[in-house]
């Protein structure tokens, strides 16, 4: 009985993982193609709410395993790695310098072995 309802839990928690990733996916998608069109705070809008969406889903310990939360720390740095990429974006020949440094340092911080944080 306890194991079916463990493997039971566990589908559970594997089912809101995947609903967590699929949505901060498919935010970090429209960034993309935000900062593709040079569009910058579309793209910083989009990939800081991935992040936020990322940051909520590691603090509910949804990521019980190991692999689920390693996968969604790399997200984490990808999305963050591009939120600071398109900071750097010019805007009427400005740049945030320094959003974008906060944002890597928090890319860094998700997941340290990411080359691109």
């Known amino acids: 009985m306890r194991d079916r309802v463990r493997e039971k839990d566990y589908k559970r928690a594997e089912a809101t993982f995947r609903k967590y990733m699929n949505l901060a996916t498919a935010l970090k998608d429209k960034g993309n193609k935000a900062f593709e069109r040079g569009d910058r705070q579309e793209a910083v809008k989009f990939f800081q709410?991935?992040?936020?969406?990322?940051?909520?889903?590691?603090?509910?310990?949804?990521?019980?395993?190991?692999?689920?939360?390693?996968?969604?720390?790399?997200?984490?740095?990808?999305?963050?790695?591009n939120c600071a990429t398109a900071r750097m974006l010019a805007v009427d020949g400005d740049i945030d310098a320094l959003g974008a440094m906060k944002d890597a340092e928090r890319a860094i911080k998700g997941d340290p072995s990411y080359p691109k944080a």
């Open 49 to 81: 709410e991935a992040a936020e969406d990322l940051e909520k889903l590691l603090l509910k310990v949804v990521s019980e395993a190991e692999e689920r939360e390693a996968e969604a720390r790399r997200l984490l740095a990808i999305c963050l790695s």
